[in-house]
């Protein structure tokens, strides 16, 4: 593939193909140099992302803070649903939390099947993330905040008391329950119904 798109971009000279591992590129100094070089004002991603690697591509996109504007990607319908969910919702999982947290998610349009060949096992989807200028929510240590929500979804079909207990981020059942009390959720509430707020206030009563 790399030999036939650089014969078929050779006459483009706006038209770079990098053969790189996206996992391991250096994005923030490639984009600060493009910027510089080529005058660019605003950088979009752009991609058919490869299916087995969808979260860690997009994760490794919205946390190192890279200089963009939005993230416009194909994946797999069910991952893509859980990705713009708004957390709370139907299909939220720990990533939703995540993406919802650095971008606006946006539902685009949805692939069938039968657009391929050969045709995929799974339907796909394509969806829109623009970056955030600002937070939703306030939190005094983030890390700690998203380690929380990785550990309510780690054992997902309990109680995020049970969950958090058992993952040592509460130091025992009462201290659990203290906590979800004093900010007003339901001690039996799972991981998946709470707002990102939930989750900075759980966050911010632990490193207080």
Known sequence: MIKILRERFSLYENFELLNQDI????????????KETNKIKNVKVVANLPYYITTPIIMKLLEEKLDLESITVMVQKEVADRLITIP?????GAI???VYYYAKGEDILE????SFIPEPEVTSKVINLKIRKEEPVKVKNKEVMFRIIKCAFMQRRKTLLNSLTNTRVFINKEEGEKILKQIGLDVNIRAEKLKI???AKIADKIVS
Do not use: A, C, H
Request: hydrophobic fraction near 20%; charged fraction near 35%; avoid cysteine.
């Open 88 to 92: 709370g919702k139907k299909d939220t």
């Open 23 to 34: 996992l391991k590129v250096d994005l923030n100094n490639l984009i600060k140099t493009e």
């Open 96 to 98: 939703t939390y995540t």
């Open 111 to 114: 692939v069938p099947k039968n």
């Open 197 to 199: 707020e939930d989750y």
